[in-house]
């Protein structure tokens, strides 16, 4: 099925440990997302990329770096975990057409422990 | 800078009861507004959007309606059931041509319906 696919699904880490997100989309599209989901907070963004080549960041990008390898994939890098890191990730692509009215589509999340 | 502010839960219905789920939003220019939802241990999936002004939109017995003099997109459904507990997440697009379409998240609201 087309869509956005993240590894892991789950992680546990500590503190100082790096570990890399994986998210990949076979769906064509340009624009490349990574939210974060924090109890009570909603969805904030760490980092996107508008397309292949360019990343900026978001609201909540310390701590986090990015790679768009290539048109399909955004990796989402913690070099020193730390436990206020602790979260649920979600990838997201967003189509580039007016008629999917530039629609996004997410991956199921990695939920990330740092004790 | 953009932002939204939904009714804040949990929300406890019995089966058949009628749903409404506020949601206000802060923009610049002309945004489009979505609610997305999640379901237990799943990613978020679009439930329904509207792209300017008197716009509804519908999905799955929920209905919302951009009012943009009330800057208001608040979520409706007559007749909920069990099934439809989840988290409920209003949202903006920025569509103005720098902001490159990011979404801006409200916190969320958890809606638990009771048989």
Known sequence: NAGVTQTPKFQV??????????CAQDM???????????PGMGLRLIYYS?????????????GY????????EFSLRLESAAPSQTSVYFCASRSGTVLSNYGYTFGSGTRLTVV | GNSVTQMEGPVTLSEEAFLTINCTYTATGYPSLFWYVQYPGE?????????KADD???????????????????????????????????????????????LTFGKGTLLTVNP
Do not use: I
Request: charged share 20%; proline share 1%; aromatic share 10%.
């Open chain 1, 13 to 22: 880490l500590k503190t100082g440990q790096s570990m890399t997100l994986q």
């Open chain 2, 43 to 51: 990613g978020l999936q679009l439930l329904l959007k509207a792209t």
């Open chain 1, 50 to 62: 508008a397309s292949e080549g360019t990343t900026d960041k978001g609201e909540v990008p310390n």
């Open chain 2, 56 to 102: 509804k939109g519908s999905n799955k017995g929920f209905e919302a309606t951009y009012r943009k003099e009330t800057t208001s997109f608040h979520l409706e459904k007559g007749s909920v059931q069990v099934s439809d507990s989840a988290v409920y997440f209003c949202a903006l697009s920025d569509n103005s041509g720098g902001s490159n379409y990011k």
């Open chain 1, 65 to 72: 770096n990015v790679s768009r390898l290539n048109k399909r």
């Open chain 1, 28 to 38: 064509n599209h340009n624009s490349m997302y990574w939210y974060r989901q924090d």
